[in-house]
Every structure is written in structure tokens, then in C-alpha cells.
């Protein structure tokens, strides 16, 4: 089931849903089977790059190298990186960056560090573990985020990544690939020491990487623009985006509330469900209308829970208010709820609704099913107040 209007947040009720931070994308689980024999892998000692590599290293070293250039507004051309007269280059000199030379010692306790922690923590250490390869990619961009490198990948395979710095005459090196025994990720190669200064533009901060990093953001704030994003970006890590890896940013992020928002509703069935089994004797009706590309789309849901209807024909006033309100933004939904006055003289919930508009139909339907519920017959002795809108005269 879809949802009939874009993302915004007075849907994001339905369903809890666990939050993974993930600054990349998913990696794919790694077969056993597929593991290299050995049981280890030497230390990398990089020989040149090969031409699958040199392919890599130009777009990026992305997992979708197409990503960004199916948006309508393309990234500046990797070419800038290569002026040396910007001046984000200038070191800052009161500047503290992470020891990557962490003294925790077994690498058992690290990999708990970063369990406990649920995020990156952007420290390497020589035979430091990761669950996966993804956890590794994470790490890498927390990294960048924290020391401004211009750290890039120059290893990107299903069992083995690797990392070095683009800084002129840099030495700093990464190698990360699967160790069989455990079954983990384990750094094999780490060489610390920069020779570069700090800079304020790094080629791995791409749209994506922003885009994750702004997605609760623009969840509670769906307003936030692209120059915000750009302003805050540079307020919080000290790094620039071009306007371009902004205004992507923004889209994708979007595009992934939206993403779901749509697996919220296609899970209203269990919602249906868990209140019907909660509360037995509950009325939840879902109504849904066939799209031309025959997907089902959200029309109507009705809601009245069993507790309340007993509890307002033994002991409320025969008194119902009906009205509705719209939803706001994108939504174009309309709310329509049914209310009652309890022996406290306070406003009692009876049912509510969710339609596509207060119309004549929706106002019908919402009307008849609560004369149901509520066992109203022909109205008699019962107040009904409204604002006297037309589809409710009618």
C-alpha cells in the first residue's frame, strides 16, 4: 500500500521503527562460502593502481557511481580539489584531533565500544575489528568528518577495503579486509601519520554522506533549505559542499522519508490487526482505491475502539460534536472526528477518521458507521453539533 501524498511528519505515527545510522548504504551479507582460503591476509602494501581501481577512485569510490549523476543538478567537478590556493587549506594550529593510536588494547573491547555507542566513533587502530565491512566504511567517514583529511578509498571489494589520504606527499593508509577465523572485519594495515595539513573540501563527503547526515534534521524540520544545509554543515564539521551537494542532499533525504512513509502504510493491515486483537470488539476499517499502475493507495481508515463506545452509551450525555480539520503540507487529508461530553463536562474522543476530503461521500460513510457503533437508530433523543458545513446538512 502507498500513501497518496508525499512525506511529511503527521503520518510518521504507525509504525516504531528501529533507527540505523549508516553513512553509506548497505552492505551486502557475505557468504561464507565465497571467503578467500587462507587464513589471513598479508599486509597491503599498495603496487600502483590497477585500471579497475583508477575507474574507482574517479567516481569516487561510491557503491552506486551513478547516484549522483541521475540528480537534476550535478556536483562541481572533482577537479577542484586539485588547487592548492583555496584557503580551507590553512592549518588550524589550536585544532585537537582523535589519537588514532587507541590504548583499549584487545580488539574485543573495541568492537564493544563500538556496539555500546551505536555510532562511529572515527578511531583506528592496528587489528581493530568491525562486524561488518559497512561498520569500517562508517568509521572511515567519521573519520574525514573529524580530522578534515582528504581521505578517499582506493579498495573497494566484497571481502577487503582500504583507505589512503590524497594529501600531497601523505602517508597515511588504511587496510581492512575479513579475518576467516572469526569471521570479522580486522584492520591489517594502518599507517597514522598525517604530513598534510587539514582542508576544508573532502571528495568522500558527497551527497549521500550529507543525506544521512541531515536526515533527522529534515525530519523535524522539513523546511530546512539547501543554503541551510550548506551553512550548517560547515558550522558543525568545518567542511564546504558546493550548493549542488546541498540541494542533492536535501532530495534524498526526502526522498528516504518518503521511502518510509510508504512502508508505514503498507503496514496499516498490522496495525488493523494488533487493535483488533488489543481491544476485541474494536471498529477499524481500511479503505484503499487501485492506482492506474494497479498498486493500492490509501483512501479512508475509520477507528473506534470498544472501551470508549461502551463507556459513552452507559455513562456520557447523548450529546455528539462532529467536525473536521485538514492535514497539513503535502498530505491534503482531512481529519474527522466525532466527541462527546463525560459527566466532568470535559471533551470524550467516540471515533475518528482519516479521509481524502470533508465531501458529501466521506462525511456519509463516517456518519454511517458510527450511527452503527454507537447503535443511533433514527437519532432520536440524540444532540448532534457541527459547523454547519454543507456535506454534513447534507
Known sequence: MQSAGRWMRELDVYVEKPVSYSLIGNDEEIP???????????????????????????????????????????????EVFNHDSYEEQIPDEDEVYPATDDSSGDEEEQAERLVKR?????????????????????????????????????????????????????????????????????????????????VGRCEIIRSPVVADLFLEDIRRDPEMSAPEIKDEMKRRYNI????????????????????????????????????????????????????????????????????????????????????????KHNIQGTLLTAVGRDPNNQIYPIAWAVVSGENHDNWEWFIHKLKVDLDLGDGENITMISDMHTSIIH
Not at 508505514?264 to 477499524?284: A, W
Not at 481500511?286 to 477507528?303: A, C, K, P
Not at 452507559?314 to 462532529?322: E, F, S, V
Open 118 to 198: 551505536n555510532l562511529p566513533d572515527g578511531v583506528f587502530s592496528l587489528r581493530q575489528v568491525f562486524a561488518t565491512g559497512q561498520d569500517f566504511k562508517d568509521n572511515v567517514i567519521r573519520y574525514v568528518l573529524k580530522t578534515r583529511r582528504n581521505v578517499v578509498f582506493d579498495r573497494w571489494e566484497r571481502i577487503a577495503l582500504g583507505a589512503r589520504c590524497k594529501g600531497k606527499g601523505c602517508g597515511w593508509q588504511i587496510y581492512c579486509s575479513i579475518e576467516k577465523p572469526i569471521q570479522k572485519w580486522m584492520v591489517k594495515t594502518y599507517y597514522d601519520e598525517h604530513t598534510c595539513h587539514p
Open 240 to 327: 564546504i559542499i558546493t550548493p549542488s551537494q546541498s540541494q542533492s542532499a536535501r532530495r534524498r533525504a526526502f526522498s528516504k522519508l518518503q521511502d518510509e512513509c510508504n512502508a508505514q502504510f503498507s503496514r496499516l493491515r498490522d496495525y488493523q490487526y494488533q487493535l483488533t486483537k488489543t481491544m476485541p470488539g474494536s471498529t477499524v476499517e481500511i479503505n484503499t482505491r487501485t492506482r492506474d499502475d494497479g498498486l493500492d493507495e490509501f483512501y479512508q481508515i475509520y477507528i473506534c475502539f470498544e472501551p470508549l463506545r461502551t463507556s459513552w452509551k452507559k455513562n456520557c450525555r447523548p450529546i455528539i460534536g462532529l467536525d473536521g480539520t485538514f492535514l
Open 32 to 78: 561464507d562460502e565465497n571467503l578467500s582460503d587462507g587464513e589471513g591476509d598479508p599486509e597491503y602494501e599498495p603496487e600502483g593502481e590497477t585500471d579497475d581501481e583508477a575507474n574507482d577512485d574517479e567516481d569516487g569510490l561510491s557503491e552506486n557511481p551513478e547516484s549522483d549523476e541521475e540528480d537534476e543538478v550535478g556536483e562541481a567537478d572533482i
